[in-house]
């Protein structure tokens, strides 16, 4: 297996744009959990999916941030507008059951002028 | 409070010297708890996870303190490469079962020659 994938590795946009960030977690884990990571705040948990479903979203900032989980293999996290505030590495885990190890995509790491 | 919290460092450390990480969580209520190590610019990756009675790989021990709800980590003859940031996490869980965990915000070694 590859691994958890994202996309893109890295993302340079205007102030007020619109931005997606996409995972594909590692196949069979039903655990999919969005992460932020900044120099202030270090790795803070967004929102966590279990079976598609959204059981926390606690950690999301703001209503412009949102993310969707269509299926099993996919989940996009959306910036609208993007703020230059939101400048972050955005990391994707996914993990088999609950108490067991989270597995990490290499991030994106998100500009926003 | 946080709910996990580690001393940021950095500890700057010789090679084979032997140094110790501590970290205290909130909630009395966590179930499992992990080191990561996360390098420069990469995604964490699980470093070991901690078990109530203890638990050692090769250079590198860890232990849990339940009643006073701190989890430790203690790495021996410590070599170059193991200049990164530690990262401890703790699986705060659900109701049903659900897995979330809590990361804290890291601590830096650095080991020089």
């Known amino acids: 297996d590859a691994g958890v994938i994202q996309s893109p590795r890295h993302e340079v946009t205007e102030m007020g744009q619109e931005v997606t960030l996409r995972c594909k977690p590692i196949s069979g884990h039903n655990s999919l959990f969005w992460y932020r990571q900044t120099m202030m705040r270090g790795l803070e948990l967004l929102i966590y999916f279990n079976n598609n479903v959204p059981i926390d979203d606690s950690g999301m900032p703001e209503d412009r941030f949102s993310a969707k989980m269509p299926n099993a293999s996919f989940s996009t996290l959306k910036i609208q507008p993007s703020e230059p505030r939101d400048s972050a590495v955005y990391f994707c885990?996914?993990?088999?059951?609950?108490?067991?190890?989270?597995?990490f995509g290499q991030g994106t790491r998100l500009t926003v002028v | 409070r946080k709910e996990v919290e580690q001393d940021p460092g950095p500890f700057n450390v010789p090679e084979g010297a032997t140094v110790a990480f501590n970290c205290t969580y909130s909630?009395?209520?966590?179930?499992?708890f992990f080191w990561y190590r996360q390098d420069c610019r990469k995604e964490p990756k699980l470093l070991m996870s901690v078990y109530s009675s203890g638990n050692e790989d090769g250079r590198f021990t860890a232990q849990l303190n339940r009643a006073s709800q701190y989890i430790s980590l203690l790495i021996r003859d410590s070599k170059l490469s193991d200049s990164a940031t530690y990262l401890c996490v703790v699986n705060k869980g659900f109701s049903g079962g659900y897995n979330k965990l809590i990361f804290g915000a890291g601590t830096r070694l650095a080991v020089h020659p």
């Open positions: 885990a996914s993990s088999l059951l609950v108490d067991t190890e989270a597995f």
């Open positions: 909630n009395s209520a966590s179930q499992s």
